[in-house]
Every structure is written in C-alpha cells, then in structure tokens.
C-alpha cells in the first residue's frame, strides 16, 4: 500500500510541477485549450475530412496555400499576443490592482512580445510574400517549394513549442529579448528559458529559409521581359527584406545557441564569473533586433506604395527612389543596433556614432513618404480599406518616427530610455507602420486568395474603432512615460499621478480589442454573404497578380506572361481599351509542377520533438527527435519523385471554369 | 536577363554543365576544414600560446576556415555569373566585418566591464 501511495504522490508531483498550477487563469486557458483541440478533432472525424486535411494542406508545396497557413497562424497568434496585452492593460488601469501577480505579469509580458514580433508579425508578412511574390513575378511557384513547406511547418511548430509553455513547464519571463544574466540558469531556473530558446530556434531556421527562398525566387523566376526597373514594388520590399533576413537572423541563431550552450551545459559565454561578458549578449541580440524591426516594417512599405498606387489610379511616383530608399534601409539597418543600449556605458564616441547612423535612416523613410503623397496628388482616389489603412499609416508613422528620432539623440534617451515613451514609440511604428501595413496588404489581396471580397462596411468599423483605440491608447502613454513611468512595471502607486493616463490607455487597448473583434466578424460575414470576385482584378489594380482568376489556379498562369512594362497588366488594359490587341498569348503547354510531400510536417515535428526533449534535458525524447530529422533528410535526398505535369486538357478545363477562353 | 523555365524552377538538376566538384575535392575540403577546428580546440584547451597569441590563432584559423568552406563547399570559383556572387561576396564581407569589428569596438569602450 505504501509503495503505491508513494507512486501516486510522485505521480502528483510530477505533474504539479510539468503541469502550471495554481492560477485561475492558467486552468480557464487549460480547460479552452482542451475544448478547442476535442472540437477540432471532433469536427474533421465527423466530417471525414482527416484526409482532405492531409492532401490538400499538411502536405501541401503549393505557395498560395501555405501562404493562407501563415496567415491563419498569424492571426490566431494576433489574438493570443492580443489577450497577453489586454491582461497587461488590465492590471494597469488602476494603481495596486491585484490582477496579475509580479511573476504572471513578467510571462505576460515577455510572451506578449516574443509572440508579436516572431509569431505574428513575421509569419503574416511571410503569408503575404507567399501570396503575392510569385503572381506578381508571373512565376508558377517559388524557387524552391519544398523549402517552402518546411520553413512554414518550421514557425509552426516552434511557435507550438513557444506557445505550450505557459500551460506546460511554465513561460519565459525574461523580457522578449532574454538579457542574461536573468536569462542565465541562475536567474532563470524554470524551463521558461528553454522554451524561449528552442521555439524561436527552430522558428528562426524557417525564416532563414524563407529569406533564401525568395531572394532565389526574385532573381531567377521573373517572367521573361521583367527587367528589374520592371519589378513590382512590393516585391522589390521584399527583396530588401529578405536581404536583411539573410544577415540577421544567422546571428540570432549563433547569440541563442550560445546561451543555450550556458543553460545547459554550463559555458559562461554571458556569465560574468566564468569570465563571460553579459554585455556581449547586448551587443549580439540587437545585431539581430535591429535589423529585424525593418525586416517587418519593409513588406508593408511595399503594401503602401502598391495601394497608394493602385487606388489612386497613377503609376507609384518615384520608383526609383523607393527601390533605393528600400535596399538602402536594408543595408543600413545593420549599423544601428546600439541605439538599443546607449545607456549601457559604451563610451561617448560609439554612442556619437550610432546616433548619427539612426538619424541617416530617417532620411530614405522621408523620401518614401513624400513618394506616396505624391503619388496620390491628382489622383483619382477611392478610399476601399486597404486604401484607408494606408492613410492612416502616414500621419502614424510620421509622429512614430518623429519620436524615435528624438530616442536616438543619445544623451536625451538617457531620459526616454525604457520608460513608456519607448513603449508608446515602438508601438506606434509596430502598430501604425507594420500592422496597419499587412492589414492594407491582407484586404487588398484577400480576393485573390479567396475569390470573394470582405465587406467594406463593417471594414470601415473596424478600422475607425482601431483607430480611435489605437490614439486613445498610446498618446497617454507618451506623456506618463516623459512623468517618469518605466516600462514592465506591474503596479504603481496612487501617489504617482499615473492612473488618469493609464485609465485612458487601457481604455484605448480595449477599443482596438473591439476592432479586431469587428475584423472577425467582417471576414464571418463575408464568408456567409460574399460577394464573389468573378474579375479576378476588382480592385483595378496594376500589376501581374491581377491579370489571372481569383483565386489563382493551382499553377497561377496558363501560359508564362510576357513583360513589357512596368505596372504590365495596367497598361494591357490601357492598350486593350485604346482598341488595340491584346497582347498575343504563346500555345498552351503542359505544366511542369512540384508534388506534395509529407516531409516538411513530419521533419518539422521531429524538430519540435527535439526542442522539446532539450528544453526538458530529456535525452530520451530528443535523441529520437534527432533521427527523425536525419532520416526526413535522408529520404528527402533519395526521392527522385519529386514533379508532375499538368496536362492540357486540364489547363483548359480550368480555365474555362474561371470564364476564360484559351 | 530574367528567365522562366516553364519548369518553375524546381528539381532540374543535371543538364545545365555546372561543375560541382570532384570527390576528392570535397575530401581535401572537409579534412582541411577539420585540422582548421581541431587546432583553435586545442590551442585553448591545452594553452599552446599565450594569450595575445592565442586571439591571433584563433582569428587566422577563423579566416581560413571560411576560405576553405567558400572555395571546397561553396565552389566560389566555378559559379557562372560571377557579378551576383560578387555582390554577395562583398556584402557578406560587410556584414562579416560589422560583426566582428563593430563588436570588438564596442566592448572595448564598455565601461561597465
Ligand atoms: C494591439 C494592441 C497592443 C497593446 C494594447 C499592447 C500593449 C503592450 C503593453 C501593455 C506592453 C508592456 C509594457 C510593459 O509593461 O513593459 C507591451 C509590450 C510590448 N509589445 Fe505590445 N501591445 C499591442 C500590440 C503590439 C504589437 C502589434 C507588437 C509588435 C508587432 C507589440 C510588441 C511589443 C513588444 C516587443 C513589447 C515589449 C515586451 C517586453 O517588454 O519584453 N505589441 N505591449
Ligand atoms: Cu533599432
């Protein structure tokens, strides 16, 4: 009897320490989680649809389909991060609220951030890479499908692992960039750590990937006759941020692993006692961050310049300028970084300099917002959503970027520096410049990946409620900040004179809540009521995307566009209604595509399994993990079987289907 | 200029006359590239040098060992269209040099250590 009690009670404490415990919170979110997960599998057995799921999606190389997983990801992890910053807000509304304890707030934090910028931020801009890049390029699919695949299910299953530890474990809490020595084994005991490692770690790999996917995809699969003065505009953002990608995200990989290196096997690469230099970490992360806030906001420049363009019926003023401005902000971006750490003592000359460099990249940004003004002068302007979240953007990021000019003033961020004038700034160029951006981006391109368009009205709801929130928010939050409110506090006192302002800006946070409600609830509607695109071009728009069905068949062009132009599909239709001939189209031919493949799920879960087994120091369940990943590669590697060709028939047919003669 | 092979791109291999290397090649590559590790290894661990020495060893077996990876795996030399690789050889170079110059400048001046 006793030796089972024993067993049960190890049993127990087993779980009571693999499980988090001890918050109302944390059962509510175990108890959805498990709802969630029963309804989903209960739903595609009922259905019959493990199958479809299989074929059509897990195993899909397709690009527009994997670009509809990232932003499905995304937008579900917008909600989560959403929550964390609502919980956030709540605590702070009043002085000595007794919401979330000091601890909770610290996870909630540190989640809300790593979730934003790495599991929201970065993979919606992937899915609307994925969606648009290659029909903009007139080409049939990335360079590299099958990378594709794998660097989508990579994110997945990193963000999985990240996003499991605040109910298995417990969350990392040591702010979203992991400064040690809080982040070391000493101050951070908990396994919050590792998952905080291990999930962006294999995340991270994904996005490398991406990076070289679509930098080989823009230089080699250009439509013949698109020169590079013919590229579009957003694709040539996304070039300069994959650019960027390609030299941040290496370094990131290196600063993590090193740290890992310290947890687990005791290196003092950052421990100051083992002669490490905590300092070093600084200096290596912000080599990453930096480039990293431009590698998110550069796609939605791009998303601006095409709507600005499209909607005002006018070539994009400047062009040349913009791809300058753009590829120059992504080398520049690079020699910032310590604007980060001004006040981290390295000395007046270092400072001097970095100050200097962040002023010189003020200045591409101004040149591109006069491009868009510009652009729209004269022009014939329709105010759709996608057009009104771009002129939101451009008073917002002005402002935002008024007041990150005065953070790199260095002696006066000694003052600014981590108070909730920082936090009020970086949200107003996140909010107002990144998310804005993929949202114009996400309305305009929503047709062609779905074949039906979201309701305009409740759009505009949304996005005057967003808005208003999003002023109301983060206004307040300027001027508590210049009264002395440091960021990642979890309780102030009345004594302050901090609680009006707060009480406004939590106000505002809700309002944008509300916003995003109205979003799911325009795309609902829309899906229920929509009105199909039966054009494949509703918009009017310019560029080579629009000149196909919506949504693209599965080999996007029928026939490989030829390129004469700049904004090419704008000016057929010029010369189609000036009377002249359209274009002549070369004979139809077979299609040469990529097949599906099951490798990029299963090797992704086997990174998932090693990162899992690591974070635990469970050896047992990483080695597995390893093989797993050395046998996909193997079988990868043997596997001629890898393409098909569509025939004509089935060309034709489809096309027919989506009203066009061949 | 830009091309489109109606193939997308994806899986031709074979065919476009690029060489890859012999495997002899791949063998000198990966044998230098491991004497390259082994020696900063043990010139630490078993403290051949002194100290000023041993940053410099370790910095010239670094530089080698990137030559090695560029010219044995890389193929630097083989690749047609010799402006991209130009391009990208300079930029990583820049980047290389931002990282380790950039670094070392600044945890000179960094008073809190
Ligand atoms: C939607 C409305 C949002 C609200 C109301 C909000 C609110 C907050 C709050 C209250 C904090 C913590 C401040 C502190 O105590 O230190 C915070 C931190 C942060 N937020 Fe947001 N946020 C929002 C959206 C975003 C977005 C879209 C991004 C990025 C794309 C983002 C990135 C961050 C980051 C990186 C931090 C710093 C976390 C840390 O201190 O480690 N936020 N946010
Ligand atoms: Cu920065």
């Known amino acids: 009897m006793r030796g089972e009690a024993s067993v049960i009670d190890q049993i127990k404490d087993f779980a009571s ?66 929550v964390d910053a609502l919980m956030m807000r709540t605590q702070l509304v009043f ?71 605040f109910v298995i474990g417990g969350s990392p809490n040591g702010g979203w960039l992991s400064y040690p020595p809080l982040s070391e084994l000493t101050g951070s ?58 030299v941040a995200f290496p370094v990131l990989t290196v600063t993590l692993a090193l740290l890992f290196l310290d947890r687990f096997l005791g290196a003092h690469f950052f421990t100051m006692d083992g002669g490490g230099n905590a300092m070093m970490y600084v200096n290596l992360i912000w080599m990453w961050g930096h480039p990293e806030v431009y590698i998110v906001v550069l796609p939605a420049f791009g998303i601006y310049s095409e709507v600005v363009a499209t909607f005002s ?12 401005a753009m590829l120059s902000i992504s080398i520049m971006a690079y020699f910032t970084w310590l604007h980060h750490f001004f006040t981290m003592g390295s000395g007046a000359n270092v400072n001097i300099f970095f100050a200097i460099s962040t002023m010189i990249i003020a200045i591409p940004t101004g040149v591109k917002i006069f ?30 970027g008024m007041t990150g000019v005065m953070l790199s003033v260095a002696p006066a961020d000694f003052q600014f520096h981590n108070s909730y004038f920082l936090i009020a700034h ?96 325009q795309i609902a509607h829309s899906i229920k009521f929509m ?6 071009d509703p918009w009017g728009a310019r560029t080579l995307e629009w000149s196909i069905p919506s949504p693209a068949p599965l080999y996007n062009f029928a026939t490989t566009p030829l390129v004469t132009d700049r904004d090419d599909w704008w000016e057929e239709k010029e010369r189609i209604a000036a009377g002249k001939m359209p274009k002549e189209k070369p004979k139809l031919e077979p299609i040469h595509m990529p097949k599906n493949s099951p490798i990029p799920f299963i090797q992704s879960i086997c990174w998932f399994t090693v990162g899992f087994g690591l974070v635990f120091h469970w050896l047992w369940i990483a080695i597995p993990g390893f093989v797993g990943i050395a046998l996909t590669l193997l079988a990868h590697s043997f596997n001629y079987d890898t393409d098909y060709y569509i025939p004509v028939d089935e060309i034709r047919q489809t096309e027919a289907k989506a009203g066009r003669g061949v | 200029m830009a091309q489109n092979h109606t193939i997308g791109g994806h899986g031709s291999h074979g065919g476009h006359g690029e060489h890859h290397g012999s495997l002899g090649e791949y063998v000198i590559g990966f044998i230098l590239s491991i004497v390259l590790t082994v020696i900063p290894i043990l010139a630490v661990v078993d403290d051949w040098f002194g100290k000023t020495a041993t940053i410099a060893v370790l910095l010239i077996t670094a530089a080698l060992q990137f030559a090695v990876q560029l010219l044995f795996f890389m193929h630097l030399r083989e690749e047609k269209g010799p402006r991209y690789n130009l391009v ?12 380790v110059y950039g670094s070392i400048w600044i945890m000179d001046h960094n008073k809190m250590y």
């Open chain 1, 17 to 82: 320490w693999f499980f988090v415990s001890g918050d109302p919170l944390i059962y509510g979110a175990d108890v959805a989680i498990a709802l969630t997960t029963a309804a989903i599998i209960f739903v595609l057995s009922y259905f019959g649809k493990w199958g479809w799921l299989w074929r059509e999606w897990l195993t899909t190389v397709d690009h527009k389909r994997v670009g509809i997983m990232y932003i499905i990801a995304a937008l579900l992890m917008l909600f989560r991060g959403g």
């Open chain 1, 95 to 165: 002085p000595d609220m007794k919401f979330l304890s000091p601890e909770h707030y610290n996870e909630v934090f540190t989640t809300h951030g790593v979730i934003m910028i790495l599991f929201m931020a970065m993979p919606l801009m992937f899915g609307l890479f994925n969606i648009a890049v290659p029909l903009q390029l007139g080409a049939r699919d990335v360079a590299f499908p099958f990378l594709n695949s794998l660097s989508f299910w990579l994110f997945f299953f990193g963000a999985m692992l990240f996003n499991m530890s």
């Open chain 1, 189 to 246: 005991p908990g396994v919050g750590e590792d998952f905080y490692i291990w999930g962006i770690q294999v995340s991270g790999i994904g996005s490398l990937m991406t990076g070289i996917n679509f930098i080989v995809t823009i230089v080699k699969m250009r439509a013949p006759g698109m020169t590079w003065s013919r590229v579009p505009i957003f694709t040539w953002s996304v070039l300069s941020s994959c650019i960027a990608i390609i």
């Open chain 1, 313 to 324: 019926k006018k070539r994009l003023f400047g062009y040349g300028s913009m791809v300058f």
């Open chain 1, 371 to 400: 491009n868009w003004l510009f652009t729209m002068f004269r022009g014939r302007i329709s105010f759709t959503t996608p057009m009104m979240w771009t002129l939101a953007f451009i008073p917002c990021f002005v402002v935002g």
């Open chain 1, 426 to 521: 970086f949200h107003q160029v996140l909010i107002g410049g990144v998310a804005f951006g993929y949202f114009a981006g996400l309305y305009y391109w929503w047709p062609k990946m779905f074949g039906f368009k979201l309701n305009e009205t409740i759009g505009k709801w949304a996005f005057w409620i967003w808005n208003i929130g999003f002023y109301v928010c983060f206004m307040p939050q300027y001027v508590v900040g210049l009264d002395g409110m440091t960021r990642r506090i979890n309780s102030y006192g009345w004594d302050t004179g901090w609680w009006a302002m707060n009480f406004t800006s939590t106000i505002g946070g809700f309002l944008m809540g509300i916003g995003f409600l109205f979003q799911v609830w």
């Open chain 1, 531 to 536: 009105e199909k695109d039966t054009t494949g």
């Open chain 2, 88 to 99: 990208t050889l300079i930029l990583g170079l820049i980047v290389v040099v931002v990282v």
